[in-house]
Structure formats: C-alpha cells, structure tokens
C-alpha cells in the first residue's frame, strides 16, 4: 500500500498570480532570491557568496515549473531538459493569501469567503473586544493594539510588557490576533491560557487564528521562541486529513500542521523547532509510518524567519540547506512512496511591506513509482489533495481535479 508525503515550504511562491492585488503584482518568491544572489545585492554581509545553488530540487523540476508560472527565466538558475519527477505549478482559489487558506485548500477545501480583518490604525481593535479581553483574561490592560512586524513591536514594547504585565497585541495584513509575552516574566502556560480566551472573543469577527508569540531574553536583546502556538478556526468542511483517517489511514502531522487544521484530522503530532529539526522529524517519521499514511511538514522558517524578515540571504541558505537534504530523504522512500514539495502562498523577502504576496505555488511529485513529466497549471491547491485521495485510495473530496487517474496513470502534458 502506498504513502504520501507533503513537504511544504512555508511562502515559497514561484510568481504573482493575475488575480494578485496591485501591491503583490511582480512578486516572486523564488525568482527574486535568485536574482539577489546572482546579481551580488544578496552578498552585502558578506555571508552569501554566488548564485543560489539547489541542484536537487532543479533535478525534479522545480525550475521548470517556476518558468512556466511567471513565463520569464530566473537569473543564475537554468532549467534542465529532462526533469526526473512530475512538475507544474498552482493557483489559489481561496479569497486569502494567508497560512490556513493555502493549507485548507490543498487539503481539498478552499476557503471561498472573506477573513475579518483588523484595520491598519491606532488602535486597530474594537473597544469591546479589547475591554472584554481585559477582563475575562485578568489583565492590567494591554500593549500594541496595532499592525506590526512581530519582531519589531517586542523590541519597542517588551521592556514596558515586563514592567506592567500587559501582553503586547497586535495584528498584520493576515486574519490575525497575535499575543506576545515572556515567557519568564508573564509565563508560558499564562500565555497560552489568555490565547484560549482570546480565540473564543475574535470568533464574531470571523479571524482566522490568534497566535502565541513568546519570548525571551532581557531589554536589548529579546528573542521569539519556538513555543509559538496557533489557535485557528476549524476548516469549514471535512479535509483530506479527516476523510484519510475516517477510511482507515493515518495523518503524521509535523511542525504547526496541527495547529493550522485546529488538531482536526490528526492520528499523531509531532513538534519540532527550526527547519533542520523538521526534516530530520520526518525522516524519522518514514521510519514507522504505515501503509495509507500521510505525512505533512511545514517548513516556517522559511516564512517566519526570512520572508517575513526580509532576510533574502537567510531565505536562500535555507533553501540549500533543505536541497542538500533531499537525498537523505529520497534514500529512505519505500517503493510505492509519493512525495510533493509545495507551499502555501508566497513572502517575497526582496518585496516592499512584511506580508505574504499572492502567488503561484510550485507543485512537485516525485517517488520511485512517480513519472516523470509536466503538470500543468493546476486552477486550484485542492488538485494536490485529490491527487493524494486517488493516490491512497480513498473516497473522491469535494474540491480539486486530480492528476493521477483512477487507473493509476498519471496526466502529463
């Protein structure tokens, strides 16, 4: 019996998408890094040298389906004649550019209405919903209340939140309630238990997630942990999560996928910090994985640490950093393994602002068993979920065209 494995990149776009709003159009994840190295304007610390180098990834086809999307070639990356997996690439139907809309909808269910929003002034949230926070949550009042870069307002206000006790909120361009406090002065399990508060009070405002943002350190020198955890609101439909574990399978979530499908449709949770930590967790995770199992990694460094930061020299290291690791990988599949490299929206860290950008996601497959060839332009993420459905055998989902056909065959242009 076979097994899918999901690796996602976390903001990993492969070029704006017509529908992307004005501020988004030209954005490109991936085209942009590589610009940046190969130009040198990525080399100013000295830290980066040369042209992004991720030879495993372009082997599968990972260039030639950033070609296709944004019909311009990138700078100082070549795609190859004769890719050895099956690539193309995707666009969103989702209304959003967010983490849980990406996700859903390459679990077979778009989100096809609008996030409540919270708007971008001082203060940015509703008197009511500060005033009933404050008090169910027992709290001397609150710091922030306004759209910030996380980093940012923890090194503004982190000296005042230590000495009031008052968490910092504060939101972004994302459906967002975003809570940061220490976790020495405040306390983690505080933390956590005013987020539980939080998420009840946003639920009317339909917000998608509120988020634990702790942290550490003294005045000066603060630093987010990776105890970061989200509530999000659950997926308005059955997932391909939930239906594989209804037929008898089994959902091996690593990293924040649990968090980001409200612990819906998991068999097992596994945490780990930082992308290295990540992979070797879902190298592990091969290991014991049965037959109709998925296994689903988000990889956040790459949004959280570099696309959000604007870090191009850090995003392209990871990049590399996970391209070298791809055979360790690649090595441990087992002969009816199927796996996909994709992402759920893109953070172009040449682009101006700190949000995600609206783009096309590159969709990747590849396995001993898996063809070779092209893809296509996939009109929704939800095709890579219904392509996992035919894949494991189990009942159609509601959303998404699959590439593998029922006899098994795979569609190839």
């Known amino acids: 019996m076979p097994r899918a494995i999901i690796l996602l990149l976390d903001s990993f776009g492969i070029g704006s998408t017509p529908d992307a709003p004005y501020a988004d159009k030209g954005a490109n994840t991936f085209a942009n890094i590589a610009a ?11 830290v980066r040298q040369g042209k992004l180098r991720i030879p495993n990834m372009t082997k599968l086809g990972l260039v030639n389906a950033a070609d296709h999307a944004s019909r311009m070639p990138l700078t100082g990356i070549s795609s190859i004649e004769q890719p050895t997996g099956a690539y193309g690439f995707a666009a969103e139907k989702s209304f959003g550019k967010d983490t849980p809309s990406g996700h859903w909808e390459i679990a077979g269910v778009p989100v096809c209405f609008d996030w409540g929003y919270f708007p971008n002034e001082i203060p940015c949230f509703p008197r009511e919903l500060t005033q009933a926070f404050i008090a169910q949550a027992q709290l001397p009042g609150i710091l922030g209340d306004k759209h910030a870069s996380g980093t940012t307002i923890i090194e503004e206000l982190g000296e005042e939140h230590i000495k009031t006790g008052k968490p910092i909120v504060y939101t972004s361009a994302d459906s967002v309630y975003q809570i940061a406090a220490h976790e020495k002065y405040f306390g983690l399990e505080r933390l956590y238990k005013i987020c539980e508060i939080a998420r009840k009070l946003v639920d009317p405002y339909n917000i998608g997630r509120v988020i634990a943002r702790p942290f550490t350190g003294e005045v000066g020198n603060f630093e987010r942990t990776s105890n970061r955890r989200d509530y999000a609101t659950p997926p308005p439909e059955p ?7 209804e037929q008898g399978g089994e959902v091996i979530a690593i990293g924040k996928i649990s968090d980001i499908y409200a612990h819906q449709g998991i068999s097992q949770s596994i945490k780990a910090a930082g992308n290295d930590a990540l992979f070797q967790a879902t190298l592990d995770a ?3 994985a049965k037959d109709k199992s998925l296994i689903f990694t988000n990889f956040v460094d790459f949004d959280m640490l570099y696309g959000h930061r604007r870090n191009v020299i850090g995003y392209a290291k990871a990049l590399e950093d996970f391209d070298q690791q791809l055979p360790q990988l690649i090595e441990k599949l087992a002969k009816d393994d199927l796996v996909i490299i994709a992402a759920d929206h893109g953070c172009d860290p040449t682009w101006m602002g700190t949000d995600h950008t609206r783009e096309y996601i590159p969709v990747i497959c590849f396995g001993q068993q898996i063809p070779a060839g092209y893809l296509g332009k996939r009109q929704s993420f939800a095709d890579i979920g219904q392509s996992i459905a035919s894949y494991l055998k189990i009942d159609p989902l509601k959303h998404g065209k699959s590439f593998i056909k029922s006899d098994g065959t ?4």
Not at 36 to 46: M, R, V
């Open 36 to 46: 940046a190295c190969a130009s040198g304007q990525a080399d100013k610390t000295g």
């Open 286 to 288: 091969m290991d014991t």
């Open 410 to 413: 795979w569609e190839l242009l």
């Open 239 to 245: 997932t391909l999560l939930e239906q594989l574990i």
